[in-house]
Nanobody
Framework: QVQLVDSGGGLVQPGGSLRLSCVAS????????IGWFRRAPGKGREAVGC????????YYSDSVKGRFTIYRDIAKNTVYLQMNDLKPDDTAVYYC?????????????????????????WGQGTQVTVSS
């Protein structure tokens, strides 16, 4: 079986932190560029950030830059999204995506999926709620 599972969401207060996990089964996540995306009620898909498969370059959207970090744990076949200084506007369902396509840049991956491109795999989504 091939699957991508994201987890780690929950309820946190503004200023708090969460770490989301994206774990691959049946394939090697290191062979894929990984993106984190989110969807809030009434909004379309929004890229959070993406990490390349080749050199682990990372792109972050302006809304999360300086607060969120994406990194890989190769041994665990996992990519993490560390979220710090969370804000109510960060409330959304967060999804990880894996894509083997050779994008020209990691920014291009995030932008292309925002515009409707289909990655190879999507996680099921994990809810993040930031509220006092």
């Amino acid at each position: 079986q091939v699957q991508l599972v994201d987890s780690g969401g929950g309820l946190v207060q503004p200023g708090g932190s969460l770490r989301l996990s994206c774990v691959a089964s049946g394939f090697t996540l290191d062979d894929y560029a990984i993106g984190w995306f989110r969807r809030a009620p009434g909004k379309g898909r929004e890229a959070v950030g993406c990490i390349s498969k080749s050199d682990s370059r990372v792109y972050y959207s302006d809304s999360v830059k300086g607060r969120f970090t994406i990194y890989r744990d190769i041994a665990k076949n996992t990519v993490y999204l560390q979220m710090n200084d969370l804000k109510p506007d960060d409330t959304a369902v967060y999804y990880c995506a894996a894509d083997k396509y050779e994008y020209a840049s990691i920014q291009a991956m995030c932008l292309s999926i925002d515009l409707g491109a289909h990655p190879d795999y999507w996680g099921q989504g994990t809810q993040v709620t930031v509220s006092s």
